[in-house]
């Protein structure tokens, strides 16, 4: 009978080893979200967490840019990695997620490749809340009877349609000429005044945002457009500045642009208060709170102050001096 008692032991000994070894190189890739339910407009945290080995050479496979068609990825923050011991590991990390249609959505799965293995993530629902607006305070007249649109020729005697191209011709051979006049003309006289200077990117956004602040919109219920200029000075002063064609992307390309950008890489919080706030107020038409105005504000001087040219040092006959300030680029 002991003999037995010690067979079996070793056959249960044995399988239980067979088994721990199995599981030990078994991956595992799950996803969770603090709610399923989100208010369009604002953001919410995708928790990605993961468990393999410590040696293993697989990676996660992460959309760009969305987790399908109509929720973005508006931040992707640091994976943190914890050892769980007996070689194996956990890695967590977060996407932050935003929406601005309302609906219920079904997020594309999270992928880990492994020796040429594909794992899935379990996939979520989302279902984003439109905004209520109250309907008593949007109530609107009826429009007047338009006008039936005319064009410029419309207004045209009949004789400079027919001679349109002749007269546009000589329009344009007397203006060369007189162009040409004047400029051999300016070359002769000594005393003509200089080509006004430009102002710095710097120097223009400054004005410009204090000419906003002194115009006080928020007090006057005009949040949309203290918004829109808002960020339209920081789009310019990004196109003067970098080189950064700001006016032309939208919020997501450019904080792209800044995380690519070293100088603009450490202060590119600021900017992303600044159109985090504008886009909820332009899209999801909620009016922020005064200590949100002012923040917002705050936010883009700090940016254009933190992002300002520095003045740099040259060296002269082994004695260092200051040189002018760096010129903006084109």
């Known amino acids: 009978m002991n003999f037995i008692r010690h067979?079996?032991?070793?056959?249960?000994?044995?399988?239980i080893l067979i088994s721990a070894s199995a599981l030990a190189g078994v991956s595992s890739l799950k996803v969770s979200l603090d709610s399923a339910f989100l208010l369009m407009g604002r953001t919410t945290p995708l928790h990605i967490e993961l468990v393999t080995d410590d040696n293993s050479?697989?990676?996660?496979?992460?959309?760009?840019?969305s987790v399908c068609d109509k929720v973005e990825?508006?931040?992707?923050?640091?994976?943190?990695?914890?050892?769980?011991?007996?070689?194996?590991?956990?890695?967590?990390?977060?996407?932050?997620l935003q929406s601005f249609d309302s609906g219920v959505y079904r997020l594309n799965p999270i992928l880990y490749v492994e020796n040429g293995e594909t794992i899935a993530s379990n996939r979520l629902v989302?279902?984003?809340?439109?905004?209520?607006?109250?309907?008593?305070?949007?109530?609107?007249d009826y429009a007047d009877v338009a006008d039936v649109d005319r064009s410029f020729i419309d207004y045209l005697p009949d004789f400079v349609v027919d001679y349109g191209l002749w007269i546009l011709a000589v329009i344009v051979v007397l203006a060369l000429g007189g162009f040409a006049f004047y400029m051999m003309k300016k070359k002769k006289?000594?005393?003509?005044?200089?080509?006004?200077?430009?102002?710095?990117?710097?120097?223009?956004?400054?004005?410009?945002?204090?000419?906003?602040?002194?115009?006080?919109?928020?007090?006057?219920?005009?949040?949309?457009?203290?918004?829109t200029r808002l960020t339209d000075i920081l789009r310019i002063y990004l196109n003067g500045r970098f080189g950064i064609n700001a006016m032309?992307?939208?919020?997501?390309?450019?904080?792209?642009?800044?995380?690519?950008?070293?100088?603009?890489?450490?202060?590119?919080?600021?900017?992303?208060?600044v159109l985090e706030?504008?886009?909820?107020?332009?899209?999801?038409?909620?009016?922020?709170?005064?200590?949100?105005?002012?923040?917002?504000?705050?936010?883009?001087?700090?940016?254009?102050?933190?992002?300002?040219?520095?003045?740099?040092?040259?060296?002269?006959?082994?004695?260092?001096?200051?040189?002018?300030?760096?010129?903006?680029?084109?």
């Not at 050479?57 to 840019?65: A, M, R, S, T, Y």
């Not at 919020?251 to 208060?273: D, G, P, V």
């Open 73 to 96: 990825i508006l931040k992707y923050l640091t994976p943190d990695t914890t050892g769980l011991g007996s070689g194996r590991r956990e890695i967590k990390q977060d996407l932050v």
């Open 277 to 330: 706030t504008a886009d909820f107020v332009k899209f999801a038409k909620v009016r922020p709170l005064p200590d949100d105005n002012v923040k917002a504000f705050n936010s883009a001087m700090q940016f254009v102050e933190d992002t300002k040219p520095r003045p740099v040092v040259a060296e002269t006959d082994g004695q260092q001096e200051p040189s002018k300030e760096e010129s903006t680029k084109k």
């Open 248 to 273: 032309e992307m939208t919020s997501t390309q450019i904080r792209r642009m800044l995380n690519a950008n070293e100088e603009t890489r450490l202060s590119k919080e600021n900017m992303e208060r």
């Open 189 to 227: 006289n000594p005393f003509a005044a200089p080509a006004t200077k430009p102002i710095p990117p710097y120097e223009k956004a400054i004005g410009e945002l204090s000419r906003l602040r002194a115009e006080k919109l928020c007090e006057q219920g005009k949040e949309k457009e203290y918004y």
């Open 57 to 65: 050479d697989g990676h996660l496979v992460i959309p760009k840019d």
């Open 7 to 15: 067979i079996r032991f070793l056959l249960l000994t044995t399988a």
């Open 126 to 140: 989302l279902k984003v809340y439109p905004v209520v607006v109250d309907s008593l305070e949007t109530i609107h």
